[in-house]
């Protein structure tokens, strides 16, 4: 057998994302943090993703206190992130001078590796986010978006590994979040990209549809240097495979007795969010053929249950292939999956595809998200453009600087730089968990805070 593989644990973040939502409180976690230490982790995903988001939007907490807690606990592991390339932790593309503050403060909190991806594997809406980990000195491991269409293919893929590692990238991931990496697949592209190129390999996926422990057997065959994997309370399902067997299988070098010790506790801690749990015991098959990710498909449901149209969940799986068809076949995957997501229910619950088209499928067509990985139907275009035509240029090059505006405007609410990452990320999400969190101190720092007399742009929170 080859080398034997090390292991990335992904349950603090898309373990725990993929089955309760990220609904996960660092208090409910923090006292086992020193146990996992001892497992033998190569790494720990634990922040990034929807965990920013989570925090300020539902758990009233700071994603950045998070990450101070994690790093301070983990001495003997290293600290993985996942960011959305110029998207960050948001839905939308930030300007060159946000992700440049960005990834300076996950620097300064302690992050080791950050793995970036974009949702239509447009290598230019990574460039900036890698030059700035590289210059603040985190190892950088790029991920493909992994899905299956006309135009995604080994040729595809191995592509756009090239134009990665030109880009001075420490590692490569195969990202496939809807579980549609089929076993053979997952050797062939594995073994090509050994072959081709001197760069250790990661392999992700999610046990949606059945496959990927099959397809991480057959990863190991092909020398992968490193899986994603999630102790057994956060694993399969829309989850990653589970780790204890497969260190069991491979004998991995990982403490058994203490991954069992942390099942335990993790099992009463997902007790804990049964009003969130996926609860998903069995593969669903129809995600091989809708490939929507499990996240996807929570949204929907939700969706779906807020407009009393939980009945029309199957006519709404049917119909999201035909809308990233429409749209060019993007992976499904944020941001990407919530703008198809939407369209797609609307079409259904409008009875006529497109009668309504949101602004994000307009801002996807007007080129604002990259290039669609395939050519749009031209019919949605003339719909929803008219005569405009899409920009050819990247994305963040139409979008101005924004941290000092954003500083401005702000005021009291940014007390820091990572408040004020939180504010401009987040929108009205964040400016409500930044009001409440300074809601007491306000009315002192009014007095004193002279700076900001006759300023007219500075809110005010009440």
Same mark, same amino acid.
């Given at each position: 057998?080859?080398?034997?593989?090390?292991?990335?644990?992904?349950? /603090?973040?898309?373990?725990?994302?993929? *089955?309760?939502?990220?609904?996960?409180?660092?208090?409910?976690?923090?006292?086992?943090?020193?146990?996992?230490?001892?497992?033998?982790?190569?790494?720990?995903?634990?922040?990034?993703?929807?965990?920013?988001?989570?925090?300020?939007?539902? %758990?009233?907490?700071?994603?950045?206190?998070?990450?101070?807690?994690?790093?301070?606990?983990?001495?003997?592991? +290293?600290?993985?992130?996942?960011?959305?390339?110029?998207? &960050?932790?948001?839905?939308?593309?930030?300007?060159?001078?946000?992700?440049?503050?960005?990834?300076?403060?996950?620097?300064?909190?302690?992050?080791?590796?950050?793995?970036?991806?974009?949702? %239509?594997?447009?290598?230019?809406? &990574?460039?900036?986010?890698?030059?700035?980990?590289?210059?603040? +000195?985190?190892?950088?491991?790029?991920?493909?978006?992994?899905?299956? #269409?006309?135009?995604?293919?080994?040729?595809?893929? =191995?592509?756009?590994?090239?134009? %990665?590692?030109?880009?001075?990238?420490?590692?490569?991931?195969?990202?496939?979040?809807?579980?549609?990496?089929?076993?053979?697949?997952?050797?062939? &592209?594995?073994?090509?990209?050994?072959?081709?190129?001197?760069?250790?390999?990661?392999?992700?996926?999610?046990?949606?549809?059945? *496959?990927?422990?099959? #397809?991480?057997?057959?990863?190991?065959?092909?020398?992968?240097?490193? &899986?994603?994997?999630?102790? !057994?309370?956060?694993?399969?399902?829309? !989850?990653?495979?589970?780790?204890?067997?497969?260190?069991? !299988?491979?004998?991995?070098?990982?403490?058994?007795?203490?991954?069992?010790? *942390?099942?335990?506790?993790?099992?009463?801690?997902?007790?804990?969010?049964?009003?969130?749990?996926?609860?998903?015991?069995?593969?669903? !098959?129809?995600?091989?053929?809708?490939? =929507?990710?499990?996240?996807?498909?929570? @949204?929907?449901?939700?969706?779906? +249950?807020?407009?009393?149209?939980?009945?029309?969940?199957?006519?709404?799986?049917?119909?999201?292939?035909?809308?990233?068809?429409?749209?060019?076949?993007?992976?499904?995957?944020?941001?990407?999956?919530? $703008?198809?997501?939407?369209?797609?229910?609307?079409?259904? %619950?409008?009875?006529?595809?497109?009668?309504?088209?949101?602004?994000?499928?307009? @801002?996807?067509?007007?080129?604002?998200?990259?290039? #669609?990985?395939?050519?749009?139907?031209?019919?949605?275009?003339?719909?929803?453009?008219?005569?405009?035509?899409?920009?050819?240029?990247?994305?963040?090059?139409? $979008?101005?600087?924004?941290?000092?505006?954003?500083?401005?405007?702000?005021?009291? /609410?940014?007390?820091?730089?990572?408040?004020?990452?939180?504010? =401009?990320?987040?929108?009205?999400?964040?400016?409500?968990?930044?009001?409440?969190?300074?809601?007491? #101190?306000?009315?002192?720092?009014?007095?004193?805070? +002279?700076?900001?007399?006759?300023?007219?742009?500075?809110?005010?929170?009440?």
């Amino acid at each position: 057998m080859n080398k034997k593989p090390l292991v990335v644990d992904t349950t /603090l973040r898309d373990g725990q994302q993929s *089955l309760i939502a990220t609904r996960m409180k660092t208090n409910e976690f923090e006292n086992l943090l020193e146990d996992f230490d001892k497992v033998g982790f190569y790494s720990m995903e634990v922040w990034g993703g929807a965990t920013y988001d989570s925090c300020i939007r539902y %758990l009233d907490e700071d994603p950045w206190e998070r990450l101070d807690i994690i790093r301070k606990k983990l001495k003997n592991t +290293k600290i993985q992130m996942l960011l959305r390339g110029q998207n &960050l932790v948001g839905y939308r593309h930030y300007s060159d001078d946000v992700v440049e503050l960005f990834v300076r403060k996950m620097a300064n909190h302690g992050v080791d590796i950050v793995r970036v991806f974009d949702a %239509l594997n447009d290598i230019r809406n &990574l460039e900036k986010s890698i030059t700035e980990c590289k210059k603040n +000195k985190m190892e950088v491991q790029a991920a493909i978006s992994y899905t299956v #269409s006309p135009v995604h293919n080994n040729e595809f893929y =191995i592509d756009y590994i090239k134009k %990665l590692v030109e880009r001075g990238i420490d590692s490569v991931a195969v990202k496939d979040m809807a579980g549609l990496l089929k076993p053979e697949d997952a050797y062939l &592209l594995i073994k090509e990209i050994k072959n081709k190129f001197d760069i250790p390999v990661e392999i992700h996926s999610h046990n949606t549809c059945g *496959l990927a422990s099959m #397809s991480y057997q057959k990863a190991i065959e092909a020398g992968v240097d490193y &899986l994603d994997l999630a102790i !057994s309370p956060f694993a399969n399902g829309t !989850s990653q495979p589970a780790v204890e067997p497969f260190n069991f !299988s491979y004998d991995l070098g990982l403490d058994q007795k203490i991954l069992e010790k *942390l099942a335990a506790e993790l099992w009463n801690i997902r007790k804990n969010h049964s009003e969130n749990d996926m609860k998903m015991v069995s593969i669903d !098959s129809k995600i091989l053929s809708s490939q =929507i990710p499990g996240g996807m498909l929570s @949204n929907l449901h939700s969706q779906l +249950k807020q407009q009393k149209a939980e009945d029309k969940i199957d006519q709404v799986m049917l119909e999201v292939p035909k809308v990233r068809k429409d749209l060019g076949y993007p992976p499904l995957v944020t941001p990407t999956s919530q $703008i198809v997501g939407v369209q797609a229910t609307l079409n259904v %619950l409008t009875g006529e595809r497109y009668k309504m088209i949101t602004n994000e499928v307009k @801002n996807y067509l007007k080129g604002l998200y990259g290039k #669609s990985p395939a050519p749009v139907d031209e019919t949605l275009m003339k719909n929803a453009l008219g005569d405009e035509k899409p920009i050819q240029t990247r994305p963040a090059d139409s $979008i101005e600087p924004e941290v000092k505006k954003a500083k401005k405007e702000a005021g009291l /609410l940014a007390k820091n730089q990572e408040d004020l990452l939180t504010y =401009i990320l987040f929108g009205e999400i964040g400016k409500k968990y930044l009001t409440e969190k300074y809601r007491k #101190s306000l009315n002192v720092d009014f007095e004193i805070a +002279k700076d900001y007399e006759n300023n007219d742009s500075v809110i005010y929170p009440v």
